[in-house]
């Protein structure tokens, strides 16, 4: 037997050099010619029937169809978890008609891997068109989640459910975003791009709001400066009250220590030259935050703002104040314009004359019946020359009169 050790050793040398010549013809090599060279490889096979239901499928030739499932079948025979001979067999047989067989086949395909794109997109079209939005929308985010060029259609494929059949997709599309995807960021960025849109994000935010991940205060803020450019005011004093963020008031965060509501409802600070506003620990009283502004007394600024919405009817403006330096009740006033349009109904001076301790000023003011949304600012009132000017602000407060 030693003597035919050599000839077996030769042998083996051979196949195994075959087998190592063989693997990029198998892998690489045009479907027809590999299955040639190895017509019992099941990645020949399957590849042959992708290659196969292609061709039939762009020609609608059924024999061809006929060659790409009988090729699958082959392929799946010698490799029973073979998920894109699987998905071939599913294909064949929705195109022949049989989408129930069809729908099975691929189900299963798909549950055996998450990274077979078109075996989920056959399911999401197909669960599409029997108004299963719940099946669909899960295949649609298997796809999404591992696909980013594909977001944009899958994008609009789900407002655009939510917008026709908004009591039977939204909900869907809602209970995705609340899982916290990976995509949903993406998602709610593509709803700003129209009025369409932002319509689905505002009852897309109400239903947030009741699941386990409602919009964050830096998206909702998106949401709601979104609203507010497109001239949407109504829509957005709506979507506020419904979320109740921030919670019913007049002035949010009058006493400049709470940052928890969202713009347009926060104070908006100035970033312009010319002026340095922050909240700031108090110098007097420490343990109370105010808003101190370090101006230059010639530089037009909007110091701060933060837009409201009050009912026709009568108000008084309420707030402390104190100079630090120069005469802020000369160049900062606390004024109040409709929005949208520009009538202003208030205009005070922000800091009382000579106030160089803190001191109370109150103005009262009447908010007409055509003026939905009012922006409070507190604004300069510059000069000629320049005056370099620091005021405390802080307790800000807008009510009926002779409420507390």
Not at 269 to 294: C, F, K, N, Y
């Amino acid at each position: 037997m030693a003597e035919y050790a050599p000839y077996a050793l030769t042998v083996g040398a051979v196949w195994l050099g075959w087998q190592i010549l063989l693997q990029p013809v198998v892998q690489r090599a045009p479907p027809e010619i590999a299955v040639r060279v190895a017509p019992g490889s099941p990645l020949v096979l399957r590849r042959a029937a992708e290659a196969e239901f292609a061709a039939g499928y762009e020609s609608d030739d059924l024999r061809r169809l006929g060659n790409a499932a009988s090729l699958a079948r082959d392929a799946l025979a010698r490799a029973p978890f073979n998920v894109r001979a699987l998905r071939v067999i599913g294909l064949t047989e929705a195109r022949a008609g049989r989408e129930l067989e069809a729908d099975e086949i691929l189900t299963l395909a798909g549950n055996w891997s998450l990274r077979d794109d078109p075996t989920h997109a056959w399911l999401v079209e197909y669960r599409l068109r029997r108004g299963d939005y719940a099946s669909a929308f899960a295949h649609a985010d298997t796809l999404v989640r591992r696909r980013e060029d594909i977001r944009p259609s899958v994008f609009r494929l789900f407002t655009a459910a939510a917008t026709q059949d908004a009591a039977r997709a939204l909900p869907e599309v809602a209970r995705l975003v609340d899982a916290r995807p990976p995509w949903r960021q993406s998602y709610l960025d593509s709803l700003y791009a129209n009025v369409e849109g932002l319509q689905v994000a505002a009852n897309l935010a109400v239903l947030l709001q009741r699941g386990d991940a409602p919009l964050t205060n830096q998206e909702l803020t998106q949401l709601y400066m979104h609203l507010l450019d497109k001239g949407q005011i109504e829509a957005l004093r709506t979507v506020r009250a419904r979320l109740n963020r921030p919670p019913a008031a007049a002035v949010a965060n009058g006493g400049f220590g709470d940052a928890a509501a969202p713009e347009p409802f926060q104070w908006r600070l100035a970033q312009e030259a010319g002026a340095v506003v922050e909240i700031v620990p108090d110098e007097v009283r420490p343990a109370d935050p105010a808003l101190r502004i370090d101006y230059d007394g010639y530089s037009t600024v909007r110091f701060a703002e933060q837009l409201l919405f009050l009912a026709p009817g009568r108000y008084r403006l309420t707030a402390e104040a104190r100079a630090e330096a120069g005469q802020p009740g000369e160049r900062m006033v606390w004024s109040l314009t409709c929005s949208p349009g520009d009538l202003r109904v208030l205009s005070v001076p922000a800091v009382a004359r000579s106030a160089t301790v803190w001191s109370p000023i109150s103005e009262e003011f009447t908010v007409p019946a055509a003026c939905p949304g009012q922006w409070l600012r507190l604004e300069s009132r510059g000069d000629d020359r320049r005056s370099p000017t620091v005021a405390w602000i802080d307790r800000v407060a807008i009510a009926r009169p002779g409420a507390p």
